[in-house]
């Protein structure tokens, strides 16, 4: 698969982080735990997601910019927490030993705090030239993906469901919500920072939903089918905590299908855009098809 569209969104994106995570912060052992695990190299889908959905509906880079660092920045919080002994308990990610694993629990957790309330306040930047309405919007979109009906609520769910016995609509409502919501809220506020509005946010809206559920299925399959090496983050986690995961309710084919399925759906809803969409149909199939 040609990922170059991919590394163009992933230069873009990594220089803004790079610069911004750059200055002289009042407590430096924070600064460098903050830039150990958010500037170590991950696949910089959310942005991604931001950008081509900007571009999709006739925006630019320029006006995703923000909320696509945003979104890097309350993804990055929330594997630090997710990585920590009282959830899943790993030790390596993004090729590296993990945020506590290195600075501690304590820095580990203020560092995914100040990761998410850092990108609230960039999301401010008064350099960010979109029309004042639009921005309070992209708040809305990226606080409501994030938070207590969102990633957080899955992370919870979860949680309350490892070692249990679930069924798939228990499963269907951790995925759409721990991954899903944060994924969606990427289309979502890029597509609203490059001017989505009506039948155009509603396609952005049924691709993000069918292309957020397909991720975390593709993660789960990797989780048993990839090594360590290969995923950067240790393989075969979710048989250790016994967690809720696709594979282990429906096996690894059926799960493939489902992912694939979700696919097909993910690339109709985009059809009406035509070539504007290509980057976001090339990023759907990335999704499910990468091997790691
Ligand atoms: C991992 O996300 C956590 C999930 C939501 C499955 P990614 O697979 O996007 O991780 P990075 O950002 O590339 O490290
Ligand atoms: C995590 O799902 C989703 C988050 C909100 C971080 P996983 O626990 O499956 O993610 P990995 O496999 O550790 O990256
Ligand atoms: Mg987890
Ligand atoms: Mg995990
Ligand atoms: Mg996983």
Redesign the pocket.
Known sequence: MNLDFLNRYKEVVDRALQVYFNETFIAPRLLEAIRYSLL???????PALAFAASEAVGGTLEDALPPACAL?MI??Y??IH?DLPAMDDDDL??GRLTNHKVFGDAMAILAGDALLTQAFHYLTKPDWKIPAERKIEVLRIIAHGSGIDGMVAGQVLDLENEGKIFDEQTLERIHTH??GK??LASVLAGGKAGGAEGLNFEKLMAYGKSIGLA??IA?DVLDLTATTEQL??DSKSDLKKKKATYPSLLGIEKSRQKAKALLEEALEAILPFGPKGDPLALLARYIVERHA
């Open positions: 170590a190299g991950g696949k910089r889908v959310r890097e993804h990055t929330s594997l997710d990610r993004r721990k991954t944060l994924l991720f975390q993660d950067g983050k």
